[in-house]
């Protein structure tokens, strides 16, 4: 997923003037930046835009925190989660020392709204993070933080679908009615809502198109919808012609300050 100001698209280069870029449903309110990522410190080895990709957890002693722009240029480079090119001043970041390896590590993420729990150097927390780069199909992948109790901080997914999406035990996501439905002459696609179904409610909820879910009175997380567009049918004019798109956060509302 390269872009995430629309919906995306990605043609070979033969496909490009017979397929326009394709436009937003009107009239749709604009979704939330949602954004993760996870570097060492010192820069990967070998990028994680390669053809395995990258799957990791990593448990250890939280060294800093900060919010705004984050080190080690972890949005900078290719192999994160969510907005391409995000804006980072609302991101809230940690180093971490793993247990295991003793290696350095920042991860981050971006939200509206975050309550990301009270997060002080010297304690704990571990995180997964994986990514696979999708070339002529949609980049997939999540960050999941949580804290030394293994209660949720924060957890951000990317995928081109709904069946591609991370879950997590708090909140399960799933399709949800199309907002609308567009057609050109690569193919047809559409934008989604969701439904979701909090761990702690016995109803699912609708969450709309480019909205937030969730409040300290009903719920123990928010849930963010940052956009969902995917294709319905593909001509073959178009062989690489794609539109798949989706972008979730969930975030804890313990209510508390990620702060130094």
Known sequence: ??????????????????????????????????????VPVGGWDQSPQNSE????????????VGTGAVPEGCFDTGGHVGAFTPDQT????????????????????IAPDHA??????????SFQYAYRFGGFGPDVGHLTIRDAADA??????????VEQLAQ??????AEGP???????????????????????????????YGLSWGNEASSDITVHHGGYARDTNQSTNCADWFVGDLDV??????GLVWAN
Request: hydrophobic fraction near 45%; charged fraction near 15%.
């Open 249 to 254: 956060a969930v975030i804890s509302n313990r």
């Open 1 to 38: 997923m390269f872009a995430k100001q629309a919906p995306l698209l990605v043609l070979a280069a033969l496909t490009l003037s017979a397929c326009p870029a394709i436009t937003p449903c009107p009239d749709g309110p604009a979704p939330p930046t949602l954004a993760a990522c996870a």
């Open 53 to 64: 990709g990258i799957d990791i957890t990593i448990s250890g002693a939280v060294n800093s």
């Open 152 to 161: 949720l901080v924060a957890h951000v997914a990317a995928a081109g679908s």
């Open 116 to 125: 990301a729990g009270d997060l002080m150097p010297a304690d704990s927390l």
């Open 178 to 208: 199309a907002r609308c439905s567009e057609t050109d002459s690569c193919g047809s696609w559409s934008e989604y809502h969701l439904d979701i179904l909090p761990a702690d409610l016995s109803e699912s909820q609708v969450l709309d």
């Open 168 to 173: 997590i035990d708090e909140v399960s996501v």
């Open 90 to 109: 609302t991101a809230l970041w940690a180093t971490v020392t793993d247990d295991v390896s003793g290696e350095d590590w920042v991860v981050a993420f």
